[in-house]
């Protein structure tokens, strides 16, 4: 599985972005998929997380109620939409694919990493 991020940019406090993750070389429709983050001198942090079906989320107590994460399956694809950003989201931005259909926050969990898109946000 090759997975491609893109969406990523400048954006003032309050904006929006919509993030996305393309997957190809197979399909991930029954694999849960994570997005993480990476900010300057800090560890890769868990952001999101969906199931194999899109029933089942979980977010980041810093990102509950701002961000929400979806995913079209006949596409292969996945989203993280960000409104009211903050400047201390700021951070690279990674998607993952995970082997199993459960969502988890632990990096381990996922097999299968994008490159990361940067995500700058200013005050």
């Known amino acids: 599985v090759q997975l491609q991020a893109s969406g990523g940019g400048l954006v003032q406090a309050g904006g929006s972005l919509r993030l996305s993750c393309a997957a190809s070389?197979?399909?991930?429709?029954?694999?849960?998929m994570g997005w993480f983050r990476q900010a300057p001198g800090k560890e890769r942090e868990f952001v999101a997380a969906?199931?194999?079906?899109?029933?089942?989320?979980r977010y980041a107590d810093s990102v509950k109620g701002r961000f929400t994460i979806s995913r079209d399956n006949a596409k292969n694809t996945g989203y993280l939409q960000m409104n009211s950003l903050k400047p201390e989201d700021t951070a690279v931005y990674y998607c993952?694919?995970?082997?199993?259909?459960?969502?988890?926050?632990?990096?381990?969990?996922?097999?299968?990493w994008g490159q990361g898109t940067l995500v700058t946000v200013s005050s």
């Open positions: 969906i199931n194999w079906s899109g029933g089942s989320t």
């Open positions: 993952a694919v995970s082997n199993f259909g459960s969502t988890s926050t632990t990096i381990p969990w996922y097999a299968f």
């Open positions: 070389g197979r399909t991930f429709s029954s694999n849960a």
